[in-house]
């Protein structure tokens, strides 16, 4: 084993763990942490090992065959599964591109005390097209660096909440080992399937199977093969470990704070703090219900201004992250299947312009709640999309006329 080897690898595992940190997976957690309070955990922790053990076949693929997933689509597949295969995929990366957006929009929004609204924050996010063509401009690494920044960001702030909010640890770990969920119904098991659904992101698998082709291996030599799967294979553990933290600082921290909390309890909090955002929960004893908008502001109400503003910095940091997987996984899709060739500009104003028009329509004409009802459907719409990319990863893993000796004997 050497450091120097894995440093050398480390990359792009570290920008296929963005997609378990997008806008999407922070609304999963902290509802699931309102709703279910720390009972769900378990599903967190099950549900990343699946999406690493995913991952490491989609890697596998990339650097045994020197092709990623869409490629091989390509070769292996008839026209018509292969053209259906490619629309579910962009329907994915839009849906993807979305909860961006909303992200980006509510955290801005809050990051302005409500000066700039919510279709103003949507128009901000085009300018994330000049930033990613800015940074692709200097090369790959320099972009994983950034991605590096965007994570250590996330994990300081919803850090910094965590530890603002001393979650009870002893539920922590029961919640994590012990795969039960008492007095549970409907609400929770939707929790339990939204989580699914947020973790593993279809698009990821292209995404991390192309990703790890920007290292040079020598495919000839069975060694540097062996070597170059064991290598990211330690890098992908590692970075879905970090995001698998900031995952649990998000759930433990709505779960210790606001689970069986009802609107009244907010209410009060909320106008005796003066906050001008007590208006949002009704003065009435049903559940308190929260997203990634009044999850901000419920912690400004209980824990100071400072609690919101640091966890609309996270927000923003997921949201700008995401949006650069999602042109990086469209750009490889759209080349592997079609055999398009597109430049970076014109596609990520292709899915730019897809993810914003509907979403702009929305903060214009309604409000915040419906924009983040909208980011509930799209968490449903990825475990929708699921199959389309585990069923040719799990097939062309265990072939060996395509992986040849390091096929998954499963």
């Known amino acids: 084993?050497?450091?120097?080897?894995?440093?050398?690898?480390?990359?792009?595992?570290?920008?296929?763990?963005?997609?378990?940190?997008?806008?999407?997976?922070?609304?999963?957690?902290?509802?699931?942490?309102?709703?279910?309070?720390?009972?769900?955990?378990?599903?967190?922790?099950?549900?990343?090992?699946?999406?690493?053990?995913?991952?490491?076949?989609?890697?596998?693929?990339?650097?045994?065959?020197?092709?990623?997933?869409?490629?091989?689509?390509?070769?292996?597949?008839?026209?018509?599964?292969?053209?259906?295969?490619?629309?579910?995929?962009?329907?994915?990366?839009?849906?993807?591109?979305?909860?961006?957006?909303?992200?980006?929009?509510?955290?801005?929004?809050?990051?302005?005390?409500?000066?700039?609204?919510?279709?103003?924050?949507?128009?901000?996010?085009?300018?994330?097209?000049?930033?990613?063509?800015?940074?692709?401009?200097?090369?790959?690494?320099?972009?994983?660096?950034?991605?590096?920044?965007?994570?250590?960001?996330?994990?300081?702030?919803?850090?910094?909440?965590?530890?603002?909010?001393?979650?009870?640890?002893?539920?922590?770990?029961?919640?994590?080992?012990?795969?039960?969920?008492?007095?549970?119904?409907?609400?929770?098991?939707?929790?339990?399937?939204?989580?699914?659904?947020?973790?593993?992101?279809?698009?990821?698998?292209?995404?991390?199977?192309?990703?790890?082709?920007?290292?040079?291996?020598?495919?000839?030599d069975k060694r540097e093969v062996r070597e170059a799967n064991k290598y990211f294979f330690i890098e992908s553990c590692i970075a879905l470990f970090v995001s698998f933290i900031i995952n649990i600082f998000v759930v433990t921290v709505f779960a210790e704070a606001f689970f069986n909390k009802t609107n009244a309890d907010v209410n009060q909090v909320c106008a005796n703090s003066s906050s001008p955002h007590s208006s949002l929960f009704p003065n009435n004893n049903e559940t308190l219900e929260v997203d990634i908008y009044k999850g901000g502001v419920v912690l400004g109400c209980y824990f100071g201004p400072a609690a919101l503003y640091i966890w609309a910095i996270g927000i923003l940091a997921a949201g700008q992250s995401s949006t650069m997987t999602g042109t990086y996984s469209g750009q490889f899709v759209m080349e592997g299947f079609l055999n398009l060739r597109w430049s970076r500009f014109a596609r990520v104003l292709l899915t730019r312009s897809i993810a914003v028009t509907p979403t702009l329509f929305v903060a214009i004409f309604q409000d915040v709640e419906h924009l983040t009802g909208m980011n509930d459907f799209l968490n449903v719409l990825m475990s929708l999309q699921l199959p389309f990319a585990l069923i040719p990863v799990l097939t062309f893993t265990s072939l060996p006329s395509v992986m040849r000796e390091f096929a998954n004997g499963l």
């Open 1 to 220: 084993f050497s450091f120097r080897k894995l440093w050398a690898f480390t990359g792009p595992g570290f920008l296929m763990s963005i997609a378990y940190l997008d806008p999407g997976n922070i609304e999963s957690d902290l509802q699931s942490g309102a709703v279910a309070g720390f009972k769900l955990l378990w599903v967190l922790m099950l549900a990343t090992i699946i999406g690493l053990l995913l991952q490491r076949l989609a890697a596998r693929l990339g650097v045994v065959t020197g092709l990623h997933l869409a490629e091989v689509c390509n070769r292996q597949y008839q026209k018509f599964p292969r053209i259906i295969l490619w629309l579910m995929v962009e329907l994915a990366i839009i849906g993807s591109d979305m909860q961006e957006v909303i992200g980006s929009a509510i955290a801005i929004n809050l990051l302005s005390m409500g000066t700039i609204p919510l279709w103003g924050g949507v128009l901000i996010t085009i300018a994330d097209t000049f930033v990613f063509l800015f940074l692709d401009k200097y090369g790959l690494r320099k972009l994983e660096a950034f991605f590096g920044l965007l994570i250590t960001i996330m994990a300081l702030t919803f850090g910094y909440e965590y530890i603002t909010v001393k979650p009870n640890q002893e539920k922590l770990l029961q919640g994590l080992f012990i795969p039960y969920c008492q007095d549970c119904g409907t609400p929770q098991l939707e929790q339990a399937v939204g989580i699914v659904g947020a973790v593993i992101m279809p698009h990821n698998m292209y995404l991390h199977s192309a990703l790890v082709k920007s290292r040079q291996v020598n495919r000839a």
